[in-house]
């Protein structure tokens, strides 16, 4: 299973927004820095518990990003 492009877009892209390394970043998905590494740079099949555990990170991320400019739930 791959990331789709959508996905590993916004994967960068956070990662270039936070400004942290390959390292960084996978202890925060939690996953390995190898596996980490192989999604960033190749796009490389993944289990479909990695692919679950990005997905849930990714939406974690914007979604707090986007309730902290909404200004909380309602």
């Known amino acids: 299973m791959k990331l789709t492009e959508k996905q590993l877009h916004l994967l960068r892209r956070r990662k270039g927004e936070l400004n942290i390394s390959i390292n960084t970043l996978a202890g925060l998905v ?4 190898w596996t980490m590494a192989k999604i960033i740079n190749f796009n490389a099949n993944v289990r479909p518990t990695t692919a679950s555990k990005v997905n849930e990170w990714l939406l ?15």
Not at 30 to 33: A, K
Not at 60 to 74: I, T
């Open 30 to 33: 939690g996953i390995s820095r």
């Open 60 to 74: 974690d991320q914007y979604s707090a990003e986007y309730l902290k400019e909404e200004g909380g739930w309602y």
